[in-house]
């Protein structure tokens, strides 16, 4: 990665990081979920409506490190909208990209603007501060599928 990208990726997380996009409460919501990093502090809610398999809203609310809050920002910005399907596997790929050890192709076609945080996986410790919202989002996704009370 050159410098100016890296420059141009910082500051897109910096000012998701600051000014957060979707960081509202969603009420009434048919899903919501607290994730929490102890590793960092990191603490936030999600908020969805999902209805047929599609997320018509998200929103966030919460506190923690400006990579937690981009993340989730650039996260609701990206699935809204999206199928649960389409979500889950950008999902995959993020956890993918900044997990990995194996370089893999094709994730800047499905993660879009997502890649800003591709650095994040220079550093090890915050890799669970990027990760928290999807981690979260994941849970969501993969519990909806299941009527409630069903293992
Ligand atoms: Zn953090």
């Known amino acids: ?14 000012d998701h990081g600051k000014h957060p ?3 509202h409460k969603i009420d009434p919501c048919s899903h ?4 929490y990093n102890p590793l960092c502090g990191d603490q936030l809610t999600l908020y969805i409506n999902i209805r047929e398999g599609i997320i ?3 929103g966030f609310t919460g506190h923690g490190c400006a990579i937690s809050m981009a993340s989730a920002s650039l996260m609701s910005q990206a699935v ?4 649960v399907a389409q979500a ?10 900044l997990t990995a050890k194996d ?3 094709g994730h800047e076609e499905k993660l879009g603007k997502l890649m800003v945080l591709a650095g994040v996986k220079e550093f090890p410790s915050r890799v669970k501060c990027a990760t928290l919202a999807w981690h979260t989002l994941e849970n969501i996704m993969h519990n909806a599928g299941n009527p ?3 293992p």
């Open 88 to 97: 889950t596997e950008m999902f995959k790929a993020f956890h993918h990209l």
């Open 103 to 105: 370089k893999d192709s």
């Open 80 to 83: 809204n909208g999206k199928t």
């Open 56 to 58: 018509e809203d998200i």
């Open 1 to 14: 990665m050159n410098d100016a990208l890296r420059n141009l990726y910082q500051e897109v997380i910096l």
């Open 148 to 150: 409630a009370g069903t």
């Open 32 to 35: 919501c979920r607290e994730g």
């Open 21 to 23: 996009r979707h960081f």
